[in-house]
């Protein structure tokens, strides 16, 4: 369907009058009103987004949803009492830093409600603030209404565990998610709740804050890649993308194998939607509608093609500010009692509305916070469009330590080759001797067993796995946590293998060692030998990543860093 063929009524100035018995008739009369069948198609008009804030609300909520859900199962292993990088140690270090003190300094400097609440029982403080997201997106999700307070609520609880998730909550669609949950703040009325509040039109400055974060997620996108790797301009980088991709899924695996032309015709519609699509934001409503539907389109193929956590659902959050209830209407219901006729009522009745709206203390207050979140997006962004006009561009980087405005940028550089880090562990007391049988750990997810089918899980996401992908082009000095997760394999520690998919000394003693390889996967060729034999990958082995480590090993690597040492328990002779 063509963007333009869904605007589905022209506004009814426009129209001509007729008589009826000698007396006029316009179609906005209530007698005319009246005279629609029930059945007959609610024609609604252009220009306002009555249906536009509730759709918003909806995705934003169970994004939402999905990240507080994550951070519910995963958060008391990561971040946890005894997590790999406990919050407690790294609130403690932030204090320090500030000298000890607990006044407005490290507040600004790490935002969280955590510094109110009782740290004896940080696993116990995760889960409170992971279930009430979870509650309060919930609501939104099913009711399709909230206030300003609501989620305002639901933006503190999430902006509290990112501050304190270190390396865990690194990734740019964290820092996303904040800026477009402040921005749907301001969709809201102030503590009414309602799916249609009457007297609290969505602002158009809010829907323009929506709109300016999809153009600046776009092209920066785009910029960062045309900068950051040649590859991006030789039309070659989709010869790589799919195989080496933090998280592959099983759609990669045969998209890979594509020809040569289509990788390019991909890279150059990439080019095309990130550099070249988001100023059609600017050039009026149909151009603005072809933006949305595009860059929806565009998200929904990178969710088919990868898994790439939450990224893409929430990318098309924003996308849908492009949207006005004209062109949603085709999602309601036609019912006499739905949402769809409730917004044609509502916009004859503002045809006709001769005297001025009454004026509410909740709407003076809600037109006051609109403009001045307005000013503040405006001041905010000066740095981030100076960021986007220098040659020496980054990306997925915040100004501020709220993340209101943040610079964002995917896939700058790709990798050519894809490595992994395998752990194996050892039940054999000498881990040098040639008889020592090595074991696999398996992951929720990356790539380990080569047998095994590469996962489906976006919108979810598993915080490790996706390191993991870090860790294997980088070193085990430079992610220490690596060395956390060895230890509590080493005790059988039941949190750290909560985040695995499989412990190969599940119902024996734990091993005695745990050590690092280093190995080199490509997709197996479908149809071809390894593939008929079962198997989606191929690996070889590169070399040691970190030598074979016991429980005793640690003892003094842990000491220094204040982490538990894990207790072992006790061995089977």
Known sequence: M????????????????????????????????????????????????WLTRVVLLRALAFIYFVAFLVAFNQNKALIGDRGLLPCRLYLKNVQQYFHGSTGWSPWT????????????????????????????????????????????????????????????????WESQLLETGFLGIFLCPLWTLS??????????????????????????????KVRGDKCWLDLTCMDFHYETQPVPNPMAYYLHRSPRWFHRFETLSNHFLELLVPFFLFLGRRMCVLHGVLQILFQVVLIISGNLSFLNWLTIVPSLACFDDATLGFLFPSGPRGLKKRVLEMQREDAQRVQPKPRYLGCVVRQAANISLGILVAWLSVPVVINLLSSKQVMNTSFNPLRIVNTYGAFGSITKERTEVILQ?????????PDAVWEDYEFKCKPGDPWRRPCLISPYHYRLDWLMWFAAFQTYEQNEWIIHLTGKLL?????????????????????????????????????????????????KRIGPYFPPLCLEDLKEYFKTREW????????HT
């Open 2 to 49: 063509r963007p333009d063929s869904l605007v589905m009524a022209a506004p009814e100035g426009s129209l001509r009058k007729r008589k009826v018995g000698g007396a006029e008739h316009s179609p906005a009369s209530p007698s005319a009103l009246t005279r629609d069948p029930a059945d007959s198609p609610a024609w609604l008009h252009t220009g306002t987004f």
């Open 109 to 172: 400097y790490t935002p969280t409600i955590m510094w109110l609440l009782d740290w004896s029982d940080m696993n116990f403080n995760l889960d409170l603030l992971a279930l009430l997201g979870l509650g309060l997106s919930s609501f939104v999700l099913v009711t399709g209404c909230a206030n300003m307070i609501l989620m305002a609520a639901l933006w503190a609880l999430y902006m509290s565990l990112v501050n304190v998730g270190q390396i865990w909550y690194s990734f740019g």
């Open 195 to 224: 799916r249609l509040p009457k007297h609290t039109p969505t602002s158009k400055i809010v829907l323009w804050g929506f709109r300016w974060l999809i153009f600046r997620i776009m092209l920066g996108a785009g910029l960062i």
């Open 425 to 433: 562990g050892t039940a054999n007391p000498n881990a040098s001797a």
């Open 491 to 539: 005790a059988d520690d039941a949190e750290a293998l909560s985040l695995l998919a499989l412990n190969p000394f599940e119902g024996r003693a734990p091993p005695r060692w745990i050590r690092g390889e280093h190995y080199r996967y490509k997709f197996s060729l479908p149809g071809g030998q390894h593939a008929a034999q079962g198997k989606w990958w191929i690996r």
């Open 564 to 571: 538990p040492l894990p207790e072992p328990p006790s061995r």
